[in-house]
T-cell receptor
């Protein structure tokens, strides 16, 4: 079973920041938080992952609360191409471990 | 980044026939690949874990005799849907974890573009 809860859907205006929350209150000490997204009829795309520190890359920023029970994915300037389903997944950092996908958040970026 | 390909991208077949789907890691080796299935408006569900040189591990409820997995090399895994039926129509996605790369890539999984199977 997925160990995260996310809003079913969200809307965001084009050019504005999209903040996608994720609750993972039962996360273990050895589990990382991963974010993937899936654009319609494509395979999931890796966005970012982190353990306890905030992370930033060219796609997004990941903010993890100090108690690690929740996190927020931030797309700083959302575009129409960011419309997708976003999955928040917690998973141990072990080689060969699969991902358990929940229903994710369907983000719609509106013009 | 690491690239995973799938072939074919889509296939339509008649009920009762078998369909083979290939999953290739193009620029890295992977001793473990995963096969997922996604029905319309649902999330990805893990079907099986494919291990190079050994038998695949199937998730509960997935028939191993119906969904044959062969991981014959470090860059190729195949999923064969035998005697396909309309209820097998779905989006099949594979993923692979690189081995032997830098720490940052060590545990990321890279997903293929998916194969849409339609059984008539």
């Amino acid at each position: 079973d997925a160990k995260t809860t996310q809003p079913t859907s969200m809307d965001c205006a084009e050019g504005r920041a999209a903040n996608l929350p994720c609750n993972h209150s039962t996360i273990s000490g050895n589990e990382y938080v991963y974010w993937y997204r899936q654009i319609h009829s494509q395979g999931p795309q890796y966005i970012i992952h982190g353990l306890k520190n905030n992370e930033t890359n060219e796609m997004a920023s990941l903010i993890i609360t100090e108690d690690r029970k929740s996190s927020t994915l931030i797309l700083p300037h959302a575009t129409l191409r960011d419309t997708a389903v976003y999955y928040c997944i917690v998973r141990p950092y072990n080689y060969g471990q699969n991902f358990v996908f929940g229903p994710g958040t369907r983000l719609s970026v509106l013009p | 980044g690491a690239v995973v390909s799938q072939h074919p991208s889509w296939v339509i077949c008649k009920s009762g026939t078998s369909v083979k789907i290939e999953c290739r890691s193009l620029d890295f080796q992977a001793t473990t690949m995963f096969w997922y299935r996604q029905f319309p408006k649902q999330s990805l569900m893990l079907m099986a874990t494919s291990n190079e040189g050994s038998k695949a591990t199937y998730e509960q409820g997935v028939e191993k005799d119906k969904f044959l997995i062969n991981h014959a090399s470090l860059t190729l895994s195949t999923l064969t849907v035998t005697s396909a039926h309309p209820e097998d129509s779905s989006f099949y996605i594979c993923s692979a974890t690189p081995r032997g790369l830098t720490k940052n890539l060590y545990n990321e999984q890279f997903f293929g573009p998916g194969t849409r199977l339609t059984v008539l």
